[in-house]
């Protein structure tokens, strides 16, 4: 099953790039701005019908300055996915679902050093809709042909 992801949070490139390393403290997983904009790398699944694995979008959540002290102080152990969840919103847009930049989301710590899983608030939105619902191997294909057909040369 493709996945596709996201290195940075969408409110990196708000940062002029000549600022980018006074300002942003980026790691694998974390993001922090300016010491007061928090964002934790996550992963949406979306269950595939008739499939054993979801397709997986590597997302961006920002999250308050509290459970992002929490998510951090949690993250290293091997068991941790009795912490949280947590509540942020989502940081990234995402092909080719209209406006998914803020959208409410749960941010679940996994056990095994999985990255976090993502639940967005279940909305009518049509991502949220086909997290919940979960799409055919034909839609999987339609979205693996718009990512890789719409990527700069």
């Given at each position: ?26 790691g694998t ?13 996550g992963c ?52 080719p679902y ?56």
């Amino acid at each position: 099953m493709p996945s596709f992801g996201a290195d940075v949070p969408l409110s990196y490139f708000r940062v002029p790039a000549e600022e980018r390393k006074k300002r942003v403290r980026l790691g694998t997983d974390e993001c922090v701005i300016d010491g007061e904009m928090f964002f934790v790398r996550g992963c949406i699944e979306i269950p595939v019908h008739g499939e054993d694995e979801p397709l997986s979008r590597g997302v961006w959540v920002s999250l308050s300055e509290q459970s992002f002290a929490t998510w951090k102080a949690c993250y290293e152990p091997r068991h941790r996915s009795h912490i949280g969840p947590f509540s942020g919103w989502l940081n990234a847009w995402i092909k080719p679902y209209p406006d998914t930049v803020s959208l409410k989301t749960m941010v679940q710590l996994r056990d095994d050093g999985l990255r976090p899983y993502i639940e967005l608030e279940p909305t009518d939105h049509p991502l949220a809709m086909e997290q919940r619902n979960g799409i055919s191997v034909e839609r999987v294909a339609e979205i693996y042909s718009i990512m890789m057909h719409e990527r700069p040369a």
